[in-house]
């Protein structure tokens, strides 16, 4: 529910919106009796839905409010309006971090310094045994003293009720600064999940851009448990090797591999500095780690799709006959042909057992009596029924052993010829030597799914429809459909005349002759 200019909440007049995130919608209100401004935060109603949130918003409420350090936010208040929960929590004039951060890298001793301040402020919290669990730019607010002040403290523990999911971290913002056992769900967290997003800020500050980013959130979720870290100094060599040591440690995937509070990590960062005589970081270090990130992925990508073309030597090869000098360029030489042949060989060798292997199965399979001539028959004792039975399951047996024969040839076809295609794009372009792969296996490919059509698809019931039809005819034409006029059973009487026999008398001497 959207709060508008003018309206009352509680005793707090509402001024007008500063932002939504994405647990709370926050205005500017004003209260007239102590005569000062607040900051609303109005959770929004999803969170209504989860079991017992009024009750366990009051008591985390309450613990939040206890916090008292010069550099966190207070919460002044918490209360209900229309059922809708809220918190009103000190105005800090100013502007986030992550705005500040947008116009340019700050400073070294500004980043120490704002550092430092939010170090110190995030390890009272943790003795007071309080997690902060949402540490990231925007929840670090900066007055027009260039005050900094840490503000949402335990706004994501009333949210997600103590427990942790990727889901429910994932919606409270930015997964940039996340730490990975947040990210892989680890319901029981300690202070070094702040300590490790804490580190991300200062990586970024450092180095100027947050070590993992991508397409969509959970991709940049996987690299926080799964990737190594960019090593800052290959994304900035401006940074020394006694720095970057501190920023590895820092964001260790393992929480006890990190620094055990946040002031740790800052004292270590201190002297690291002092140690590589550190005083000043480049102005421009943020268009420099771009550069450098895209590098870096231009190289991943060009290792994870090898080239069909040997690669060419930048510099000329040269050799000598005859008594002269001949350049040429192809680093191709004979080592590598030597190389190549050894592969094919064990590969051929590889290929020949696995034959071997298989031709000695279907030996052994024949000697047991499974295959061949001397096989028995495995309807020999079977009724009518089970017969009908067996020779139905073996037709369908076939015919899904058949379909996923031809599910096999579909997708190797198609994936190596999009891997083929993407190669060709990948080299340049040029003449597009993939045309022979998809156009010969092409055709065998159609052959397959023109034979499975023939035997089991719509073709096959026009098949048995078309042969059905020029039986009938051919039936029609040679008389063979009519019944013979001479086709009649007779018996003879007592009286010696002969007579028809009815359908009755039929069905009668039918029965008297299986009874003797």
């Known amino acids: 529910m959207a709060l508008n200019e003018g309206q009352l909440v509680g005793p707090y007049q509402v001024i007008g919106p500063l932002g939504q ?13 102590l005569d000062r401004h607040v900051a609303i935060k109005m959770l929004h109603k999803t969170f209504l839905e989860q079991p017992d949130f009024l009750s366990r918003f009051e008591r985390e409420a309450q613990i939040v409010a206890k916090l008292e350090h010069p550099h966190i936010v207070p919460v002044y208040d918490f209360d209900e309006h229309d059922g809708q929960p809220y918190l009103v929590m000190k105005f800090v004039e100013g502007q986030t971090l992550k705005k500040v951060l947008s116009r340019g890298p700050l400073p070294l001793e500004r980043v120490i310094s704002i550092m430092d301040t939010m170090a110190g402020a995030l390890t009272y919290a943790h003795e007071q045994g309080v997690l902060h669990r949402d540490i990231k730019p925007s929840n670090i607010l900066i007055d027009p003293n260039g005050v900094p002040y840490l503000t949402d403290f335990g706004l994501a523990r009333i949210v997600t009720a103590g427990t942790s999911t990727m889901s429910a971290d994932m919606i409270l913002g930015t997964p940039q600064y996340i730490s990975p056992e947040q990210a892989s769900g680890q ?11 804490l580190g991300v800020i200062l990586y970024e ?11 969509t959130p959970y991709a940049v979720v996987h690299d926080h448990i799964y990737t190594e870290l960019p090593r800052p100094s290959e994304i900035n060599p401006a940074i020394p090797t006694q720095v970057e040591a501190v920023l590895v440690k820092a964001l260790a995937k393992k929480p006890a591999d990190r620094y055990s509070s946040p002031n740790a990590m800052m004292q270590a960062f201190h002297a690291a500095c002092h140690e590589a005589g550190l005083i000043t970081l480049p ?25 069909p073309i040997p690669p060419r030597s930048s510099q000329p090869r040269v050799s000598v ?50 295959w061949g001539s001397g096989t028995r028959d495995p309807k020999a004792d079977m009724t009518p029924e089970e017969r009908l039975e067996y020779d139905i399951r ?17 997708i190797p076809y198609f994936v190596v010829n999009a891997v083929l295609w993407f190669i060709w794009l990948s080299n340049g372009a040029g003449f597009p030597w993939p045309i022979f792969v998809t156009f010969f296996w092409g055709i065998g490919f159609v052959l397959h799914f023109l034979d499975y059509y023939h035997k089991y698809g719509p073709g096959a019931e026009k098949q048995e429809e078309a042969i059905r039809r020029e039986i009938e005819r051919a039936r029609e034409l040679s008389g063979l459909s009519e019944k013979p006029k001479n086709d009649v059973r007779m ?4 009286d010696g005349e002969l007579e028809a026999l009815s359908e009755e008398d039929e069905i009668s001497r039918e029965l008297k002759r299986k009874r003797r």
Request: glycine share 10%; aromatic share 8%.
């Open 21 to 33: 995130g994405g647990m709370a919608s926050v205005y500017k209100a004003y209260h007239a009796r």
């Open 187 to 197: 319901g029981e967290l300690s202070p070094a999940t702040d300590v490790y997003s």
């Open 205 to 215: 500050m450092v180095v100027g851009r947050v070590p993992f980013t991508g397409d």
């Open 283 to 307: 102005a421009d270090r943020d268009k420099t780690a771009e550069q450098s990130f895209a590098k870096r992925v231009q190289d991943v990508n060009a290792a994870s799709i090898p080239s």
């Open 321 to 370: 006959r005859d008594g002269r000098q001949v350049e040429w360029e192809l680093n191709f030489d004979s080592e590598n042909w030597k190389q190549i042949g050894e592969r094919v060989k064990q590969n051929v060798e590889k290929g020949a057992t696995w034959v071997e292997g298989i031709a000695a199965s279907i030996e052994q399979a024949a000697k047991d009596g499974n």
């Open 394 to 410: 073996k037709r369908m047996e076939k015919r899904f052993e058949e379909r996923q024969g031809l599910i096999g040839h579909a």
């Open 491 to 494: 018996r003879l009487t007592d």
